[in-house]
């Protein structure tokens, strides 16, 4: 879980880079961010890296459903008799399966929405001839609904990595008194640039380019 987490983590940080072009003026960014999509869909290592991915996150989902089996087995069918998790630990800590879960189906819709259709069928074509994954994404996030959607999904992100970074670093043995602190501000900063990294690239692209691509 820890080492497919952090991976993930990694490949969040990669992701935001790439989708921030996306803030820049309009043609500019069609014809960059395009350019970047055909660059990724064509290099051997990022596909093999793309592979590493898709595993991490199937991995990373089956095993936290396998944790959660053993742990609901261990406490048994009745569960606690007394339970005061909630006095000692905030609630995204006791449902980090339920924000995994709704995560994990946001995926699919992503996947579905921009992966899937670049990969299999037919894409417009922008003025160089390659295919427009940027008129794609401004179409979707010029729906309000889908806007809200993603935004919401961005803050399950959030609270999923707050508590996921910390602890990866604690499964590991990463742990000491002397820099604990540290590592958590320092996922405390990681999952504010995150979180609001993707979250204001739809709003902007609604707000400030919902407007018909030429």
């Known amino acids: 879980m820890a080492l497919t987490g952090l991976f993930l ?3 969040l940080v990669i992701h935001l880079a ?3 072009q996306l803030l820049l003026p309009a043609e500019q960014a069609q014809v960059q961010y395009n350019h970047y999509s055909e660059l990724l869909s064509h290099n051997i290592f ?3 890296v793309s592979y590493a991915l898709y595993a991490s996150i199937i991995a990373h989902a089956v095993y936290a459903l396998i944790l959660t089996l053993r742990a ?13 998790r909630g006095q000692v630990t905030p609630w995204y800590v006791r449902n980090m399966g339920v924000l995994g879960a709704l995560l994990l189906a946001f995926i699919i819709i992503h996947m579905r929405d921009f992966w899937f259709q670049y990969k299999f069928t037919e894409m417009p074509l922008d003025a160089e001839g390659r295919k427009d994954l940027y008129t794609i994404v401004a179409v979707a996030y010029q729906q309000l609904w889908y806007v809200a959607l993603y935004v919401a999904a961005m803050l399950v992100l959030g609270f999923h990595l707050l508590h996921g970074f910390h602890s990866a670093f604690q ?4 742990y000491h008194s002397k820099y604990n602190r540290w ?4 996922g405390y900063g990681y999952t504010f640039i995150i979180t609001a990294g993707f979250t204001i690239i739809p709003i902007y692209m609604y707000f400030i380019q919902n407007q018909p691509l030429p």
């Open 18 to 20: 790439g989708n921030l």
């Open 171 to 174: 499964t590991l043995g990463l």
């Open 183 to 186: 590592v958590k501000w320092a």
């Open 46 to 48: 990022i596909k093999i």
């Open 9 to 11: 983590c990694l490949f």
């Open 72 to 84: 609901r087995q261990a406490r048994g069918a009745q569960g606690y008799a007394y339970d005061k």
